[in-house]
């Protein structure tokens, strides 16, 4: 069976792309699969020295960067697992994915070829166009480099 993956990203469209997600994995007996993706820490945190050409690493500093880092990412998972019991109580298998990625798009995309889902289910934020134009979206990504069928929920 081909799994729904619904793309998760704790703002306002989360609850109800949950609840769309989760209702088309249990009309279809379809496994569940909610994916969060997360910005990594910047490995270029550094510090100049005097007489030397290139930035030192802070290796302190993105270490404890890299360690706060991970402790959201368990929370963050932690999170999304309790949220899926629900699914998993009625019999729909479930799995959560936490991915580390600068590029929401395209790890969702990655994902979803290495998945083959069904179906993919993400909110829409309805930025302004000057936004569009300057950040990009990730709805507009996935709906024109997915290839499965894709459930927009508009946040409204």
Known sequence: MKPVIALIDFSEATLAVLNAAGEQARLGQHPLILIHVEAPVNPAVTYSVPGHETPVP????????????????????RDLELKVAVWSDIGIPTRVLVLEDNDVAAALLREAELLKPGM??????????????????????????ASCPILVIPLI
């Open 58 to 77: 802070d290796t302190e500093l993105l270490a404890t960067l890299r360690s706060r880092q991970a402790e959201r990412l368990r929370a963050i998972h």
């Open 120 to 145: 993919l289910v993400l909110g829409s934020h309805h930025h302004h166009q000057l936004y569009h134009r300057l950040v990009g979206s990730v709805t507009d990504k996935v709906l024109w480099k």
